[in-house]
């Protein structure tokens, strides 16, 4: 039986952002921008180009500045029209009329709990949900690889990530059954392992396409790892139930969410610039030569 098609997408854009303070203190961590487009456009470009239809905003106090970038800007507008200025470079940022909603997270009680809040939203469908912070570079985008994917399996479907086994800890990492190239079957889903305990280090990362099902799950979700509502405990209520598979995205994931990463992805995505390459080019061979005595010392 053919699945149902994935038309809904939850963007849970809630959260404090409380590793890149003071940065995020009054500007949502959504909004931080790789080169010059904010993480949250890049995450809804990829949606659309996957053939996501209704974009859901799961936000909280502080998160306006979200709904004002996908929104008309009257002012911004008129006055680059009457200098003579272009209005193409906002044409992704204006979203088509009914396509977007927005549902307040009252507390930040975790990404389960997150996508809970957007229940009555999604409804009956089987929907995506995409980590902003979780900045994924490939051709096709990673969510339509996914759909490409979950299209053929149906079920569940999660994005997937070899890492170190240091790292395992940082990560929900899949219990791994068979695999089909870059298919998975998901056995089982644990939650920050302890160091040293982890099943595999094939990790979770901030892609899924979930069936309604979860939600049922979420709302008797007890609190887990870190004190919050997890949704990779859901998931893992829901294996063995309905299909589950890991996709290995074919592409590059920057870890926006720590700082490091957020920077390798500005630099990253400047050198793939054809404005902005050769100068960006120079500083850094210039910068890093001018390391070396340094260091020798």
Same mark, same amino acid.
């Given at each position: 039986?053919?699945?149902?098609?994935?038309?809904?997408?939850?963007?849970?854009?809630?959260?404090?952002?409380?590793?890149?303070?003071?940065?995020?203190?009054?500007?949502?961590?959504?909004?931080?921008?790789?080169?010059?487009?904010?993480?949250?456009?890049? !995450?809804? @470009?990829?949606?659309?180009?996957?053939?996501? =239809?209704?974009?859901?905003?799961?936000? &909280? %106090? +502080? /998160?306006? !500045?979200? @709904?004002?970038?996908?929104?008309?800007?009257? =002012?911004?507008?008129?006055?680059?029209? &009457? %200098? +003579? /200025?272009?209005?193409?470079?906002?044409?992704?940022?204006?979203?088509?009329?009914?396509?977007?909603?927005?549902?307040?997270?009252?507390?930040?009680?975790?990404?389960?709990?997150?996508?809970?809040?957007?229940?009555?939203?999604?409804?009956?469908?089987?929907?995506?949900?995409?980590?902003?912070?979780?900045?994924?570079?490939?051709?096709?985008?990673?969510?339509?690889?996914?759909?490409?994917?979950?299209?053929?399996?149906?079920?569940?479907?999660?994005?997937?990530?070899?890492?170190?086994?240091?790292?395992?800890?940082?990560?929900?990492?899949?219990?791994?059954?068979?695999?089909?190239?870059?298919?998975?079957?998901?056995?089982?889903?644990?939650?920050?392992?302890?160091?040293?305990?982890?099943?595999?280090?094939?990790?979770?990362?901030?892609?899924?396409?979930?069936?309604?099902?979860?939600?049922?799950?979420?709302?008797?979700?007890?609190?887990?790892?870190?004190?919050?509502?997890?949704?990779?405990?859901?998931?893992?209520?829901?294996?063995?139930?309905?299909?589950?598979?890991?996709?290995?995205?074919?592409?590059?994931?920057?870890?926006?969410?720590?700082?490091?990463?957020?920077?390798?992805?500005?630099?990253?995505?400047?050198?793939?610039?054809?404005?902005?390459?050769?100068?960006?080019?120079?500083?850094?061979?210039?910068?890093?030569?001018?390391?070396?005595?340094?260091?020798?010392?």
């Amino acid at each position: 039986m053919t699945p149902k098609r994935v038309r809904k997408a939850v963007f849970p854009v809630g959260g404090l952002g409380t590793r890149f303070l003071p940065a995020t203190k009054a500007i949502p961590k959504e909004m931080l921008p790789i080169v010059d487009r904010p993480l949250i456009q890049y !995450a809804v @470009e990829e949606a659309i180009e996957a053939g996501i =239809e209704q974009l859901i905003f799961v936000t &909280g %106090r +502080g /998160k306006a !500045a979200i @709904e004002d970038h996908f929104d008309i800007a009257f =002012e911004l507008e008129t006055t680059m029209s &009457g %200098r +003579g /200025k272009s209005l193409e470079i906002l044409d992704r940022t204006r979203l088509k009329p009914g396509a977007v909603a927005y549902v307040r997270q009252q507390e930040p009680m975790g990404l389960g709990h997150a996508v809970w809040c957007a229940r009555d939203v999604v409804g009956n469908e089987p929907f995506a949900v995409l980590l902003a912070d979780d900045f994924m570079v490939g051709r096709p985008g990673c969510l339509k690889q996914m759909i490409d994917a979950y299209e053929q399996v149906g079920g569940n479907v999660i994005c997937a990530e070899t890492v170190p086994d240091e790292q395992t800890h940082r990560y929900g990492i899949i219990t791994p059954g068979t695999r089909d190239g870059a298919l998975t079957q998901v056995k089982g889903l644990v939650e920050k392992p302890a160091p040293g305990t982890a099943p595999s280090n094939l990790s979770v990362i901030g892609r899924y396409i979930l069936q309604p099902e979860v939600m049922g799950v979420l709302a008797s979700q007890e609190k887990g790892a870190g004190g919050e509502i997890q949704l990779t405990d859901a998931m893992s209520r829901m294996i063995g139930d309905q299909p589950f598979h890991g996709l290995t995205f074919a592409g590059t994931r920057y870890d926006c969410g720590d700082k490091a990463g957020f920077l390798h992805a500005n630099l990253a995505m400047a050198l793939e610039r054809e404005d902005l390459a050769d100068e960006v080019e120079l500083f850094a061979s210039q910068l890093l030569a001018a390391r070396q005595p340094r260091r020798a010392a």
